[in-house]
Nanobody
Framework: QVQLVESGGGLVQAGGSLRLSCAASGRTFSKYAMGWFRQAPGKEREFVATINWSCGSTYYADSVKGRFTISRDIPKNMVYLQMNSLKPEDTAVYYC????????????????????WGQGTQVTVSS
């Protein structure tokens, strides 16, 4: 089992920044991927960003490319999402997730690829 705990959400004005953190504990493997997804009210969960744990390769949704940065801290088993130039449309609950079946360079973008999920953290961007 893998446990994931997100933190760092909050209320911010448009154009502002937030940094989300996700702490992973429990059984982990040397090769996996960690991703961020988000879900706004009345909408489906959508992919935001992912990072391959072993090689560090990343992939972003077009809607956040150039504004968001995903990174990892291997010794701490943490993944981060730095969000800059936030827009009201970024308002959602943000979830981190782990895909333990990922191999080298895998950067899965669909929710069904991920086996473990955190509880989510709310991000609200006011206009």
């Amino acid at each position: 089992q893998v446990q994931l705990v997100e933190s760092g959400g909050g209320l911010v004005q448009a154009g502002g920044s937030l940094r989300l953190s996700c702490a992973a504990s429990g059984r982990t493997f040397s090769k996996y991927a960690m991703g961020w997804f988000r879900q706004a009210p009345g909408k489906e969960r959508e992919f935001v960003a992912t990072i391959n744990w072993s090689c560090g390769s990343t992939y972003y949704a077009d809607s956040v490319k150039g504004r968001f940065t995903i990174s990892r801290d291997i010794p701490k088993n943490m993944v981060y999402l730095q969000m800059n130039s936030l827009k009201p449309e970024d308002t959602a609950v943000y979830y981190c997730a782990v895909d333990q079946k990922a191999t080298d360079y895998d950067t899965p973008t669909y929710p069904d690829a991920y086996q473990y999920w955190g509880q989510g953290t709310q991000v609200t961007v006011s206009s």
